[in-house]
């Protein structure tokens, strides 16, 4: 370790930590789903009991998130979900996660309130062409998407896109 120096190390890390970014959104990219410009019009139900519309005639913007319980990233982003619920139309779909029962168990656990449907056969998934996950849509109050993200999303980056589009 010759001439190292503290600079040195921080601008190492920067650049790393830069590099990591970088690679970060081209995956993001390449992973993106291919799927419709316009929220298909869908009426299903959710582990509630409660009717869910994924509409464009919803006026106000709407994040269509894709989840699953077995997914870790999943769960390190679920609170940042949780967090914005309040703030926009949020409807999110667990894809292959079990039971509605199973579902209810591990919200409650975790005292998440958001809207969740279970999506058992990954059919949602499909029609949206989610593969990876978690997938997150947000469509403009006009029901065109307007951003579509794979992998894990901070609450400031969720809420700076809504923002954007409001």
Not at 42 to 48: G, Q
Not at 61 to 84: D, Q, S, Y
Not at 131 to 155: A, C, D, M, Q, R
Request: with cysteine.
């Amino acid at each position: 370790m010759k001439n190292w120096s503290i600079k040195k190390i921080l601008k190492e890390i920067a650049i790393t930590l830069v590099m990591v970014f970088v690679v970060s959104i081209v995956l993001n990219y390449i992973r993106k789903p291919d799927t419709d410009v316009q929220i298909p019009n869908i009426k299903t139900t959710s582990i509630l009991g409660q009717e869910i519309l994924f509409d464009s005639e919803q006026n106000r913007t709407t994040v269509i998130h894709f989840w699953a319980t077995w997914c870790p990233t999943c769960k390190l982003e679920a609170p940042n979900i949780e967090r914005i619920k309040d703030k926009t139309h949020v409807i999110t779909v667990a894809v292959n996660s079990g039971t509605d029962e199973a579902l209810l168990s591990f919200m409650k656990e975790r005292d998440y309130t958001y809207n969740v449907v279970n999506d058992r056969d990954g059919k949602l998934a499909e029609k949206f062409g989610v593969g990876v996950f978690p997938t997150t849509f947000i469509y403009n109050s006009k029901g065109e998407l307007e951003f579509s993200e794979v992998g894990y999303s901070t609450t400031l980056g969720l809420e700076a896109r809504i923002n954007l589009i409001d």
